[in-house]
């Protein structure tokens, strides 16, 4: 059986004690993201770009949903791991409808996927990140969501969500 260096020198069963100290150390750092859960969208008609999704890249709507606090209408495709979800406004003064105006059609938001979003939020906040959401709400698919403010993030308006168990 081949050893590491690091194996021969501090021996196996220390190798493997560090390695879950390193483990429990990094878990209390960082937002432990596991992936991206989705790429926000936003578009002026989920209709009229149903066919680009479906049609040429294949993928199939599997869920509509309109989200009343947020005066959105969404799509959502499976593709791995990760959802792409179509964000349409239902009204003039939805956030959405404001960020097409003053930047048009494209990615709004990248959401990561996290252990636990209450961890996340605080590690965030700890580290000097701006949150738009301080406690964890109600987002589409039944999951907990919080918003992280794109002045903190490079830009990228970035949202948490819970992990679905
Ligand atoms: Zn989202």
Redesign the pocket.
Known sequence: METSCSEAYIGRENCIFLYLCAQIYLSKTDMDISHIE?L?IAVKSIEAHLPYYETVLGLKCYNMEVIEDQKVKTAFFQVGQTKI?LLEPLSEDSTIAKFIEKRGEGVH?I?FAVHSLQVALEEAELKGVQLIDKAPRN??ESLQ?AFLHPKSTGGVLT?L?DLKI
Request: aromatic share 0%; hydrophobic share 30%.
């Open positions: 989705h926000g979800e938001h959401a987002g589409a969501i949202e969500c």
